[in-house]
């Protein structure tokens, strides 16, 4: 069977699984203190909008992200780099600038790689950190769901582009715009994650970031704590829906969130008894968390507004499902 017939996940689930010499799979492999990622794009993800600046800081946020929504302090990067031969040398030094401030940014250390020549190209960018975030809390009916800010900018990106449909066609969209493209080109992680982990530590169950689209995100705490989830909110900017109210294109929500992917922020699963502290404690850190829901011990669904949900969004063999 073709691989655009399988499915990255389901690939995962089936195949790669069996080679492991782990139990479990999960976004950052932590063991004795460290934590390791590795994250990577093909350059034909790049579109007009996105520079190889842009191209090199990206290829450093998406393992960033991993590494620090799962309670890790970046130590050190590596990358392996495949790039036509034609390419100009400047032009590779542009998409190392990116990458190499990134991990700057971050107060971590680029310590090397690898070069490839290649027609496609690609980037594949290797993390390691220090786990703060060491909990083995186990799952209870009632843990609460946190997102760390709205999304939906993304969505309006990449609905656009796969799309026929202009989304950024009113004209009081400029300021709205610019948002959208400041998340696609230049994301940024939230360092005050670490903060919030160090603080709230021994009342976190889970957390892992949702770059990979809010509902592949929440499958996968669906699986990996074998929990049922109760969603009530899927974390879309208000800016965002009123915006889509004026565009009055009958847009559901869901596939709004199919579209999702790239904002790089994270779900936090924690005890009930700590939802107003740690709220409030977010808030003191810049960010504008929202509760999507709760684990419910009882089912072993997704749902939101106890309605069953389909999982949907980007997979790297089948494109958008």
Request: charged share 25%; net charge negative; glycine share 8%.
């Given at each position: 069977?073709?691989l655009?017939?399988?499915?990255?996940?389901?690939?995962?689930?089936?195949?790669?699984?069996?080679y492991?010499?782990?139990?479990k799979?999960?976004d950052v492999?932590?063991?004795?203190?460290?934590?390791?990622?590795?994250?990577?794009?093909?350059?034909s993800?790049?579109?007009?909008?996105?520079t190889?600046?842009d191209l090199?800081?990206?290829?450093c946020?998406?393992?960033?992200?991993d590494?620090i929504?799962?309670?890790?302090?970046?130590?050190?990067?590596m990358s392996?780099?495949?790039?036509?031969?034609?390419?100009?040398?400047?032009?590779?030094?542009?998409i190392?600038l990116g990458?190499?401030?990134?991990?700057?940014?971050?107060?971590a250390?680029?310590?090397?790689g690898d070069?490839?020549?290649?027609k496609i190209?690609?980037?594949d960018?290797?993390?390691?950190?220090?786990?703060?975030?060491?909990?083995?809390l186990?799952?209870?009916k009632g843990?609460?769901i946190?997102?760390?800010n709205p999304?939906g900018?993304?969505?309006?990106?990449?609905l656009?582009?796969y799309s026929n449909?202009n989304?950024?066609?009113?004209?009081?969209?400029k300021?709205?715009k610019?948002?959208?493209?400041?998340?696609?080109?230049?994301?940024?992680?939230?360092k005050?994650?670490?903060s919030?982990?160090?603080?709230?530590?021994n009342?976190?169950?889970?957390s892992?970031?949702i770059?990979?689209g809010?509902?592949?995100?929440?499958y996968?705490?669906?699986?990996?704590?074998?929990?049922?989830?109760?969603?009530?909110?899927l974390?879309?900017?208000?800016?965002?829906?009123?915006?889509l109210?004026?565009?009055?294109?009958?847009?559901?929500l869901?596939?709004?969130?199919?579209?999702?992917g790239e904002?790089?922020?994270?779900?936090?699963v924690?005890?009930?008894?700590?939802k107003?502290?740690?709220?409030?404690?977010?808030?003191?850190?810049?960010?504008?968390p929202?509760i999507?829901?709760?684990?419910?011990?009882?089912?072993?669904?997704?749902?939101?507004?106890?309605?069953?949900i389909?999982?949907?969004?980007?997979?790297n063999?089948k494109g958008?499902f």
């Open positions: 069977m073709k655009k017939e399988i499915g990255e996940h389901e690939f995962i689930d089936k195949v790669l699984k069996k492991l010499d782990i139990k799979l999960d492999f932590s063991a004795d203190g460290i934590s390791m990622k590795v994250d990577g794009f093909p350059f993800y790049k579109s007009g909008d996105i190889l600046y090199g800081w990206k290829g946020i998406s393992t960033v992200s590494l929504s799962a309670g890790s302090v970046p130590l050190y990067f392996s780099i495949g790039i036509d031969e034609e390419t100009e040398d400047s032009e590779l030094e542009d190392l990458l190499s401030e990134c991990i700057k940014y971050y107060g250390k680029y310590v090397g070069l490839n020549n290649s190209g690609w980037i960018v290797v993390g390691i950190g220090n786990a703060i975030l060491k909990s083995n186990t799952p209870q843990d609460i946190i997102l760390t999304i900018y993304t969505s309006l990106y990449f656009s582009n449909y989304y950024f066609m009113l004209d009081d969209i300021a709205i610019n948002k959208v493209l400041q998340r696609v080109r230049h994301p940024v992680v939230n005050s994650l670490i919030l982990f160090n603080f709230f530590s009342n976190i169950v889970y892992t970031d770059s990979d809010l509902l592949i995100s929440l996968n705490i669906h699986t990996r704590l074998n929990v049922g989830i109760e969603l009530k909110d974390g879309i900017s208000d800016e965002i829906k009123s915006y109210d004026k565009i009055d294109n009958d847009l559901d869901m596939k709004l969130i199919k579209y999702g904002e790089f922020e994270a779900i936090i924690i005890r009930p008894s700590i107003e502290e740690m709220i409030n404690y977010m808030i003191d850190l810049g960010f504008n929202i999507l829901g709760e684990i419910d011990r009882e089912t072993n669904y997704i749902t939101f507004n106890k309605i069953h389909k999982i949907t969004g980007w997979d063999f958008w």
